[in-house]
């Protein structure tokens, strides 16, 4: 499986961006799909995840400001995110999960400056 992230970039506080994963390879459906990040200088965290059924789960931190959507068709999760602050500044990791396996993306930056 092999997961391409993209959409990260610079953006001045207040911005918004819309990041993108899409997963290839021999599995055809999987079970979360979602987002990591990593800050300089930080431990990773949890942004936000959605099922397949489309049940959204996200950090408490950042409800309201990013939302998760996926398409199963196309094996895609987005994570829309707006109203960007600096110490949003970080490396977006996307995952998806099968019953067994979980396998992350190379990381998207996003950088929030003015």
């Known amino acids: 499986v092999q997961l391409q992230a993209s959409g990260g970039g610079l953006v001045q506080p207040g911005g918004s961006l819309r990041l993108s994963c899409a997963a290839s390879?021999?599995?055809?459906?999987?079970?979360?799909m979602g987002w990591y990040r990593q800050a300089p200088g930080k431990q990773r965290e949890f942004v936000a995840a959605?099922?397949?059924?489309?049940?959204?789960n996200y950090a408490d931190s950042l409800k309201g400001r990013f939302i998760i959507s996926r398409d199963n068709a196309k094996n895609t999760v987005d994570l829309q995110v707006d109203s960007l602050k600096p110490e949003d500044t970080a490396v977006y990791y996307c995952?998806?999960?099968?019953?067994?396996?979980?396998?992350w993306g190379q990381g998207t930056q996003v950088t929030v400056s003015s």
């Open positions: 995952f998806v999960t099968t019953t067994t396996e979980v396998y």
């Open positions: 959605i099922t397949s059924g489309g049940t959204t």
């Open positions: 390879g021999s599995i055809f459906r999987f079970n979360g």
